[in-house]
């Protein structure tokens, strides 16, 4: 199993541009989650999902939709990237029946 | 709302010493406690967890619901112990969302 696995590992962005974070996991977990990191803050949650089809919003949502087509996929997309949405991102997973969670190993993220 | 308060950002100790890892929370309900760590280049990883009561690479945490705290402790510290410390908290039915601590970045000096 390769685990939670994201893409890109480093990115960066202007102002103003779109993007989509990719997170994928092949353990069948059906609960997926994004957190944001932040110096100072710790890990903040973004949205998450407890099922394909179904999302929802956690700590600091604005800025971010996700959607979850697949079990396997929870993509986070930035609508129109700002600077205070300079972060490293982590998504995690975790299996029915468990909250301990899996996370992946991050994007660092930078909009200049 | 729930918070996890980590009053120390830095910690140093010598090798062999003892290392206390302090976490506070505030929660009215009966909430489940972690503690996560993040060792150099690697991706965040589950430490324990309040429920279980384990000893995981030498480290305990117990829960004190009187005082509110979930104190990681290990009676003597090793140079691989260095890395950041997160404590976090899921409140009761809360679908596993986890409210964090804003870490104690732990460097262990030979």
């Known amino acids: 199993n390769a685990g939670v696995t994201q893409t890109p590992k480093f990115q960066v962005l202007k102002t103003g541009q779109s993007m989509t974070l990719q997170c994928a996991q092949d353990?069948?977990?059906?609960?997926m989650s994004w957190y944001r990191q932040d110096p100072g803050m710790g890990l903040r949650l973004i949205h998450y999902?407890?099922?394909?089809?179904?999302?929802d919003q956690g700590e600091v949502p604005n800025g971010y939709n996700v959607s979850r087509s697949t079990t396997e996929d929870f993509p986070l997309r930035l609508l129109s990237a700002a600077p205070s949405q300079t972060s490293v991102y982590f998504c995690?997973?975790?299996?029915?029946?468990?909250?301990?969670?899996?996370f992946g190993p991050g994007t660092r993220l930078t909009v200049t | 709302a729930q918070r996890v308060t980590q009053p120390e950002k830095l910690l140093s100790v010598f090798k062999g010493a003892p290392v206390e890892l302090k976490c506070n929370y505030s929660?009215?309900?009966?909430?489940?406690l972690f503690w996560y760590v993040q060792y150099s280049r690697q991706r965040l990883q589950l430490l324990l967890r309040?429920?279980s009561r384990e000893s995981i690479k030498g480290f305990t945490a117990d829960l004190n619901k009187g005082e509110t705290s979930f104190h990681l402790k290990k009676p003597f510290a090793q140079e691989e112990d260095s890395a950041m410390y997160y404590c976090?908290?899921?409140?009761?039915?809360?679908?596993?969302?986890?409210?964090f601590g804003s870490g104690t970045q732990l460097t262990v000096l030979p």
């Open positions: 976090a908290l899921i409140r009761d039915g809360s679908a596993r969302q986890l409210t």
């Open positions: 995690a997973s975790s299996p029915p029946g468990t909250v301990s969670q899996y």
């Open positions: 929660y009215s309900g009966s909430p489940e």
């Open positions: 999902s407890v099922g394909a089809g179904i999302t």
């Open positions: 353990m069948n977990h059906e609960y």
């Open positions: 309040h429920i």
